[in-house]
């Protein structure tokens, strides 16, 4: 808690003048362009990694970067992304899973969250990911790799369930995307629906436009 208290202070007496005039314009409103669904994860930062000012990114982060699907309640994910899309309007929506993710780890060896039984419940919402993961011929060593490229895919999916998506989607005011960022070395990839493979994100971004048959 010292090290926060302490940073802190170094934000207020260092950081924030040089975003100044920026957090004063942003005191009232926000417009953001982007919505990023991304992990809890400690070791993943939204705005570290894209380089984004305050007011560029909003966020949505929960174990596993997991979009529940559509039922008409009022949960935070579904509220939240429902506010970004109708009410700030943002253009893009990405979901971005990561390198070594946790979430994943456990949806592939429950034992690992025998425990938590909050944490299995939550992971069924990731049940396509694991099917999809089993039906593979994929080696052991692979397994985890791809879970987690597969699981942005099936997010995109359940996104579509969303009525405010859908309509936006159907206007053309909002585009989908797929990425994974790799921890250790810095890079991240984005799904290539046209060749239906992530590949390393380049300045181009292009939109996932379809509903994804998730292939192993």
């Given at each position: 808690m010292d090290r926060l208290i302490a940073g802190l202070k170094q934000f207020r007496t260092h950081t924030y003048p040089q975003y100044k005039q920026q957090f004063e314009a942003l005191a009232d409103v926000q417009h953001p362009r982007v919505l990023l669904i991304t992990c809890s994860d400690s070791r993943v930062v939204p705005n570290l990694v894209t380089s984004a000012d305050p007011g560029e990114l909003f966020i949505i982060r929960n174990a596993g970067n997991l979009v529940p699907p559509y039922d008409g309640g009022a949960g935070g994910e579904a509220a939240s992304l429902e506010y970004a899309v109708a009410a700030l309007g943002v253009e893009h929506i990405v979901v971005c899973?990561?390198?070594?993710?946790?979430?994943?780890?456990a949806?592939?060896?429950p034992s690992l969250a025998a425990n938590m039984p909050s944490v299995q419940k939550w992971l069924e919402l990731a049940a396509a990911t694991r099917a999809a993961v089993?039906?593979?011929?994929?080696?052991?060593?692979?397994?985890?790799?791809?879970?987690?490229?597969?699981?942005?895919l099936c997010q995109l999916n359940n996104l579509r369930t969303h009525p405010s998506v859908a309509a936006s989607l159907a206007r053309g005011n909002v585009q989908l995307h797929a990425w994974v960022y790799n921890i250790g070395s810095g890079a991240v990839t984005a799904y290539?629906?046209?060749?239906?493979?992530?590949?390393?994100?380049?300045?181009t971004l292009h939109p996932v436009r379809n509903h994804l048959a998730i292939a192993s």
């Open positions: 899973g990561h390198s070594g993710c946790g979430a994943m780890t949806l592939l060896d089993d039906a593979s011929t994929l080696a052991d060593a692979d397994r985890l790799s791809r879970a987690i490229e597969i699981n942005t290539d629906e046209a060749n239906e493979r992530f590949v390393e994100l380049n300045e």
